[in-house]
């Protein structure tokens, strides 16, 4: 079972371009997530899905776009980069409700947009 | 916004001592979780307290929970270098379909 996977593992981008950052769970959750890490910022929600064909705003969305068409995939896309996209970005799931139960986090990917 | 917020930010301590760690957060909660996130990885869950509970224990690890002070606290005991990472708290709104809201996080180091 490999759990949450992520691609790529690190991206360089120009700016202006667009991005799609890919996300898969084995687990059958029901709620995935996508959070940036900014060093001295913590942890911050981007957009999460609490079921397949439903999506929601996190806490720093702008810039951002995500879809839920199945299950198992979450991709998060970047219309047109800006550097200060650059962050490590980590997609989570969790097996039911947002936020009763503990999330699931992938590896990451170090994406850097010069 | 952030609600959880970790305290120390850093913590040296020296192998074989007690790590304690503190979150507060604002607004009432569901449950308050613990995450810890070694060094470019993802983050991993240790605990889960809920909100009718006040003190967790899991292996090494001890969470308390204050409502009434809205605070908790993950005591890791007899540390090894091993514990060296990051650690999270995360607090879940009473809404059930609202995410958990993480903090900062406290970066442990312990030097063997």
């Given at each position: 079972i490999a759990g949450i996977t992520q691609a790529p593992t690190s991206q360089i981008l120009a700016a202006g371009r667009r991005m799609t950052l890919r996300c898969t769970q084995d687990?059958?959750?029901n709620a995935m997530y996508w959070y940036r890490q900014d060093l001295g910022l913590g942890l911050r929600l981007i957009h999460y899905s609490n079921t397949a064909g439903t999506t929601g705003k996190g806490e720093v969305p702008d810039g951002y776009s995500v879809s839920r068409a199945n299950t198992d995939d979450f991709p998060l896309t970047l219309a047109s980069a800006v550097p200060s996209q650059t962050s490590v970005y980590f997609c989570a799931s969790s097996p039911g409700g947002a936020s009763y139960n503990e999330q699931f986090f992938g590896p990451g990917t170090r994406l850097t947009v010069l | 916004s952030q609600q959880g917020e970790e305290d120390p930010q850093a913590l040296s301590i020296q192998e074989g001592e007690n790590a304690t760690m503190n979150c507060s957060y604002k607004t009432s909660i569901n449950n308050l979780q613990w995450y810890r996130q070694n060094s470019g990885r993802g983050l991993v869950h240790l605990i889960l307290i809920r909100s009718n509970e006040r003190e967790k224990h899991s292996g090494r690890l001890r969470v308390t929970l204050d409502t009434s002070k809205k605070s908790s606290s993950l005591l890791i005991t007899a540390?090894?270098?091993?514990?060296t990472a990051s650690y999270f708290c995360a607090t879940a709104p009473f809404s059930g379909n609202t995410p958990l809201v993480f903090g900062k996080g406290t970066r442990l180091s312990v030097i063997a």
């Amino acid at each position: 079972i490999a759990g949450i996977t992520q691609a790529p593992t690190s991206q360089i981008l120009a700016a202006g371009r667009r991005m799609t950052l890919r996300c898969t769970q084995d687990m059958r959750h029901n709620a995935m997530y996508w959070y940036r890490q900014d060093l001295g910022l913590g942890l911050r929600l981007i957009h999460y899905s609490n079921t397949a064909g439903t999506t929601g705003k996190g806490e720093v969305p702008d810039g951002y776009s995500v879809s839920r068409a199945n299950t198992d995939d979450f991709p998060l896309t970047l219309a047109s980069a800006v550097p200060s996209q650059t962050s490590v970005y980590f997609c989570a799931s969790s097996p039911g409700g947002a936020s009763y139960n503990e999330q699931f986090f992938g590896p990451g990917t170090r994406l850097t947009v010069l | 916004s952030q609600q959880g917020e970790e305290d120390p930010q850093a913590l040296s301590i020296q192998e074989g001592e007690n790590a304690t760690m503190n979150c507060s957060y604002k607004t009432s909660i569901n449950n308050l979780q613990w995450y810890r996130q070694n060094s470019g990885r993802g983050l991993v869950h240790l605990i889960l307290i809920r909100s009718n509970e006040r003190e967790k224990h899991s292996g090494r690890l001890r969470v308390t929970l204050d409502t009434s002070k809205k605070s908790s606290s993950l005591l890791i005991t007899a540390s090894r270098a091993a514990d060296t990472a990051s650690y999270f708290c995360a607090t879940a709104p009473f809404s059930g379909n609202t995410p958990l809201v993480f903090g900062k996080g406290t970066r442990l180091s312990v030097i063997a």
